[in-house]
Nanobody, 121 residues
């Protein structure tokens, strides 16, 4: 079974940067996205990218700070996170879907196990 594998989480001070990676062997779904879930909150959409065209989509809360990109040769999608804030603290999940409803967690068909990002103030 295809698995998504995230890496790159960690502890960073507010204003700092991190880059998350998601290895997606086979690129079997049209869209790959990043979601996050903070303690006590619902999982929410962060950003997505369409494998074929490279078109990207981001939540308003991260626009201008987070950038999603892909490396087709490496079957890897990245989430570059700059100007991090304490409210960005969450477990970040990589997910993939063939549906065009890439913002809805329930529409995702594959999930990684998540990587923790902690932003200290």
């Amino acid at each position: 079974q295809v698995q998504l594998v995230e890496s790159g989480g960690g502890l960073v001070q507010a204003g700092g940067s991190l880059r998350l990676s998601c290895l997606a062997p086979g690129r079997t779904r049209r869209y790959l996205g990043w979601f996050r879930q903070a303690p006590g909150k619902e999982r929410e959409f962060v950003a997505a990218i369409r494998w074929s065209s490279g078109s990207t989509y981001s939540a308003d809360s991260v626009k201008g700070r987070f950038t999603i990109s892909r490396d087709n040769a490496k079957n890897t999608v990245y989430l570059q996170m700059n100007s991090l804030k304490p409210e960005d603290t969450a477990v970040y999940y990589c997910a993939a879907t063939s549906s065009s409803d890439y913002v809805r967690p329930g529409a995702m068909e594959l999930w990684g196990k998540g990587t923790l990002v902690t932003v200290s103030s």
